[in-house]
């Protein structure tokens, strides 16, 4: 017997496209013709937060991926052989983690090493 399933909560959502420009109208047409709705108001996410830098982001995926693996930085030192003062200020963006850094975590952490470059 077939239960009831829960309503998805959200009813909208957004698309973002990448494809020729000569065929823009035309998409246009064809998606509000569908329903959607073109919003020219939103910026991209680096505008909106200038102060985020590539390192501050690729630090906060590094202590994200920790985190997911249940790791604290101590073990993650540990496991690296990265000092943990070294893999702190990685996280927090005062020290680039580089391509020998980066195989080392991904191997840890179980992905691929180029998120964090």
């Known amino acids: 017997m077939l239960g009831h399933t829960k309503e998805r909560h959200a009813k909208n959502i ?3 496209l990448i494809g020729p420009a000569n065929k823009k109208d035309k998409a246009m047409e064809t998606l509000v013709s569908l329903g959607f ?5 939103s910026i991209p996410w680096r505008e909106a937060f200038p102060e985020a830098s590539d390192q501050k982001l690729i630090g906060g995926i590094l202590a994200g991926a920790r985190n997911k693996a249940g790791m604290t ?3 993650l030192a540990d496991l690296t052989g990265v000092h943990q003062r070294h893999l702190s200020e990685m996280e927090h963006g005062k020290r680039a983690i580089g391509k020998k850094n980066a195989k080392l975590f991904a191997e840890a952490l179980n992905t691929d ?3 964090f470059l």
Do not use: G, M
């Open 73 to 75: 930085q101590k073990q």
């Open 113 to 115: 090493y180029r998120v």
């Open 14 to 16: 957004e698309l973002h």
């Open 37 to 41: 709705t073109e919003v020219l108001d």
